[in-house]
């Protein structure tokens, strides 16, 4: 029964290393009965539970994580976890290099693991969304740079992120940027050190510019682009190589999400 138990649990776990800088592991995972031992990470950990609840002592503290809080936990500091609730927890976890955050967040971290904070628990979701489809890196990066930000302010709490600051040549660098290379695609980093600004003062002046994310303003043009190649009667997938896109399904869901339709279906209307 317990041999079971466990290639079910096997079964319901997935792991890999997107190509986002900062991010070394993605890792999924439902559990009904597995209970961590002691043990540490070199990286930070941040966790959302998506069912259920896990039960786990960091620092000699015993603490729990509802669904609607996000858990940081500090690289080198030891924990464990266990089931909350009797049908286990369901979770996903980002593991994050020390570019991320820095060593001296980790006694703020130890004392404040569990952040209960809406927009925090709502962008992580939204950035394992993105990690789980080729070809958003750039999102996944923007979203990021965003999550990172948010956790130094629960850390620090007495820094008041400043409001967005209008820079509409520098926004204007980037969309050029971006037209050149709408296939090719770029960064995050790229792009800030080729138009030699931070990467979230780039991303908030773009946004604040046009009303548009870069990552939403190069996958539009992408569409646009795919629009016209289907109208000249090429097939979905050339189109989706042919514009920038990972394959053919990353076409599908963005042409999808701004078309209304699916290229195939487009393309059987032209």
Excluded: C
Excluded at 127 to 134: D, E, I, N, V
Excluded at 242 to 247: C, L, V
């Amino acid at each position: 029964m317990a041999a079971r138990q466990e290639a079910q649990e096997i079964q319901e776990v997935s792991a890999w290393r997107p190509a986002v800088p900062g991010v070394v592991e993605v890792f999924h995972a439902h559990f009904t009965e597995y209970a961590y031992p002691m043990h540490v990470h070199e990286s930070w950990t941040l966790l959302i539970v998506d069912d259920g609840a896990v039960r786990y002592d960091l620092d000699r503290h015993e603490h729990g994580t509802p669904h609607d809080t996000v858990t940081l936990l500090p690289p080198h500091v030891p924990h464990n976890g266990s089931p909350a609730t009797a049908h286990g927890f369901r979770k996903r976890v980002l593991y994050l290099d020390g570019t991320q955050l820095a060593d001296g967040l980790i006694g703020a971290a130890v004392d404040r693991p569990d952040l209960r904070d809406p927009v925090l628990r709502l962008r992580v979701g939204q950035l394992h969304t993105a990690l789980a489809r080729g070809g958003d890196e750039l999102e996944a990066e923007s979203r990021l740079m965003f999550i990172r930000e948010r956790l130094r302010a629960h850390l620090r709490p007495r820094l008041v992120p400043e409001g967005p600051r209008p820079d509409p040549a520098l926004a204007r660098r980037l969309r050029e940027l971006l037209d050149e290379r709408v296939v090719d695609g770029l960064t995050l980093d790229e792009a800030a050190g080729l138009v030699h600004a931070h990467p979230a003062h780039l991303v908030r002046a773009f946004s604040t510019a046009y009303g548009i994310a870069p990552h939403q303003y190069l996958n539009s043009r992408r569409v646009d682009r795919a629009r016209r190649l289907l109208l000249d009667g090429r097939s979905p997938g050339e189109v989706a190589s042919a514009t920038g896109f990972f394959d053919q399904s990353h076409l599908t869901r963005h042409f999808r999400k701004l078309v209304g339709v699916t290229p195939g279906r487009y393309a059987k209307g032209v």
